[in-house]
């Protein structure tokens, strides 16, 4: 029994159907994922022909505030897609952090402050949730390790669809809150998200509901290009010269530059070498490992870290993230938990932005590779924060301090200061012996 009804495209939509990126098998535009010829995954395709002729940079300018001014690059036919107001998140110089890591120009694209759920899955699953909806599905689901499930109940409560969510029973407290508070059925499943993803695909077939990243993979995963056409957009209609983003099943990685190549393609910036670096957590980095072992295929690990959002140990576009980081001269490196404590730390005392793990991780990158001399300090280069650090507590725990507790007088406000500066001297001493 499957919800899904045939639709006809509408004059408007530009995406011409699916396509398999391995033998390139062309598909309808339905609710599926995988190629019946090679088993290779579906990806959207578009007549860039019409969209050389019909977007250019005012009319972009012109639509609204959010990933929706780009819609004739996502694959969505309806003229009031789900906008919640995701996306054109701020894109931040970060001279501060630039200058202790020894760089020039650094920016980051802040999307800890993505709507409506604090993490860059808005995009994809306003996206995919729009699309879905299209297809004539009411009831909407996910495999998530976290983030996908915040955004998947709330953008489905405000789309008026019913959902289902799927997540491993050790996510964090703000992950679970952030999800339970907006009244989905959640499924906490004893098990990684490798396992959890498994299960999932077997609800998908049985119960013919629309998850976001399995049977509607192809479209969900078109939401992250918007974070490539914001960057140029931000940058003044420019490419930068390297970008650096954290890597969980490698999807969000290899549509920025699926962004970037269509917006050259239709002619909105000029083509120029953008190297990607990826980044992941020592104890999740079946990507990474490839890549340092030189190998063309992902060997699947078992994760064990804290940075739980990108904790895939098995990636699904692995193999094409690898690729990606090869042939533009960029690197995948992996850093421990606590170097991702100190990623956290840094971008928080330097930028005032409090990101979550994988912020860390991407941040305890960036810095390794700069030390590495792996990015050029003359180098444009931007640093993706792709959630919240309010949902991962939990994480720096025991690493911030605490507060000094005082009576509402003046005497024990001056005890207390003193004491604060006490702490200040020894800590400023310990830095420099
Ligand atoms: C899901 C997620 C990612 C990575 O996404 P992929 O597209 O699966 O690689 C990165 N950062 C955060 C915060 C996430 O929730």
Same mark, same amino acid.
């Given at each position: 029994m499957t919800q899904a009804i045939e639709t006809t495209r509408s004059a408007a939509a530009t995406f011409t159907g699916l396509k398999c990126k391995e033998c390139g098998t062309e598909y309808e535009a339905k609710a599926i994922h995988v190629c019946?010829?090679?088993?290779g995954p579906l990806e959207v395709a578009y007549d860039y022909a019409q969209l050389r002729r019909t977007v250019t940079r005012e009319s972009i300018q012109a639509?609204?505030?959010?990933?929706?001014?780009?819609r004739s690059f996502l694959p969505v036919e309806s003229e009031?897609?789900?906008?919640?107001?995701t996306g054109m998140t701020p894109l931040l110089q970060a001279n501060r952090l630039a200058r202790r890591l020894g760089i020039k120009r650094l920016f980051i694209k802040n999307?800890?402050?993505?709507?409506?759920?604090?993490?860059?899955?808005d995009r994809v699953v306003s996206v995919a949730l729009t699309r879905a909806r299209e297809l004539g599905f009411t009831t909407v689901s996910c495999a998530s390790t976290g983030n996908l499930a915040n955004s998947t109940a709330a953008i489905a409560a405000h789309a008026g669809l019913e959902c289902y969510v799927f997540i491993p029973?050790?996510?964090?407290a703000g992950k679970v809150m952030g999800t339970l508070i907006y009244s989905p059925t959640v499924m906490a499943v004893h098990g990684n998200y490798d396992q959890v993803n498994r299960l999932c695909s077997e609800v998908a077939n049985t119960h013919g509901w629309g998850f976001v990243n399995i049977n509607l993979r192809p479209y969900y995963s078109e939401g992250s290009k918007t974070l490539g056409y914001e960057v140029a957009e931000q940058l003044g209609w420019q490419l930068p010269d390297h970008i650096v983003a954290p890597l969980a099943s490698g999807s969000l990685f290899t549509k920025i530059y699926k962004g970037f190549q269509e917006f050259v393609k239709v002619g909105l910036v000029d083509d120029k070498p953008v190297r990607f670096s990826g980044a992941q957590a020592e104890g999740c980095s079946p990507i990474a490992q490839a890549f340092a072992e030189g190998r063309d295929f992902i060997t699947p690990v078992k994760p064990s870290t804290?940075?739980?959002?990108?904790?895939?140990? @098995? !990636?699904?576009?692995g193999v094409y993230a690898l690729e990606l980081a090869r042939k533009t001269n960029g690197n995948i490196e992996s850093v421990t938990d606590q170097e991702i404590i100190d990623g956290i730390k840094l971008l928080a005392e330097t930028e005032g932005i409090f990101t979550e793990t994988a912020g860390g991780t991407t941040i305890a990158v960036l810095k390794k590779l700069v030390e590495a001399g792996k990015? @050029? !300090?003359d180098e444009t280069t931007v640093a993706y924060i792709t959630g919240n650090g309010l949902k991962t507590q939990e994480a720096v725990q025991g690493y911030v301090g605490e507060p000094f507790t005082i009576e509402p007088k003046l005497d024990s406000f001056e005890r207390a200061l003193e004491r604060s500066r006490t702490l200040d001297r020894l800590e400023w001493q310990q830095v420099s012996v």
């Open positions: 019946e010829e090679c088993f639509g609204p505030n959010s990933i929706w001014r780009y009031h897609p789900i906008d919640v107001g999307d800890a402050v993505n709507m409506p759920t604090l993490s860059f899955k029973s050790d996510l964090e804290i940075a739980k959002s990108i904790a895939i140990g @098995n !990636p699904a576009d990015i @050029n !300090p």
